[in-house]
């Protein structure tokens, strides 16, 4: 059956049936399966449609990114274990991480979104397990190095990780920008991060995703499930 004598049949004149959504060009065409005459075409066209639009879903999910599993899970007080995938999952990096650490959260402090400040800082045991293993020699820490940060958008912050009052390792010069424009909370945010080397250009890069949780205090971290 045709276009044109679907729409006489619907409205007794002829109309382009092109003008109107495809959900309601199936709807007149099942109206019109019950009240026509058999046609033998018409159900192998709308099954021919029915593996189209199969195919099509199939080929959409093989393009998804699948979640990246992790054993490197962490635990805080009160709260279940938490497992971030062991390389950052931003679309716009993909293929562009290079020597990456593992992943590690820190609760944000009071002073790490205080705007005088200007820094978020690093514990000790994350930098030396995490952190220390990827720097170059001609990574200066006393002056500092320019590293470049993402959030999960891949939005790009740029930033210095530096060595601050001879034992504190840190992010600066552009810190409060970050927490400004996620609008970062004492307690209740955290960051989990991860730094790599750039394939193309070698810089030291950070990769930052948050999450909120009901906390007004600091919660104490236990220990991670592949930690000895």
Request: hydrophobic share 35%; with cysteine; net charge positive.
């Amino acid at each position: 059956m045709g276009k044109r004598k679907l729409s006489e049949w619907v409205n007794g004149k002829h109309v382009n049936l092109e003008e109107f959504s495809e959900e309601f060009r199936a709807a007149m065409i099942l109206l019109a399966i019950k009240h026509a005459k058999p046609d033998e075409k018409l159900p192998v066209a709308l099954l021919e449609r029915a593996d189209q639009r199969s195919r099509f879903t199939e080929e959409h999910a093989k393009t998804e990114p699948k979640p990246i599993q992790s054993s490197h899970s962490q635990t805080y007080q009160h709260f279940g274990p938490y497992s971030p995938p062991d390389c950052p999952p931003v679309r716009s990096l993909s293929g562009l991480i290079g020597a990456c650490s593992k992943p590690f959260e820190k609760q944000l402090t009071p002073t790490d979104v205080r705007t005088d400040q200007c820094r978020l800082s690093f514990n000790k045991a994350d930098v030396e397990n995490f952190l220390l293993p990827l720097l170059n020699k001609s990574d200066d820490l006393v002056r500092g190095t320019p590293v470049t940060v993402y959030d999960m958008n891949g939005k790009e912050c740029s930033m210095t990780f530096k060595r601050w009052a001879s034992k504190f390792h840190v992010l600066t010069e552009g810190w409060n920008k970050f927490c400004k424009e996620h609008e970062l909370r004492k307690y209740e945010d955290f960051v989990t991060v991860w730094m790599f080397r750039h394939v193309r250009t070698g810089e030291l890069c950070f990769v930052f995703s948050l999450r909120r949780m009901p906390v007004f205090n600091l919660l104490k971290r236990g220990p991670r499930a592949n930690d000895n």
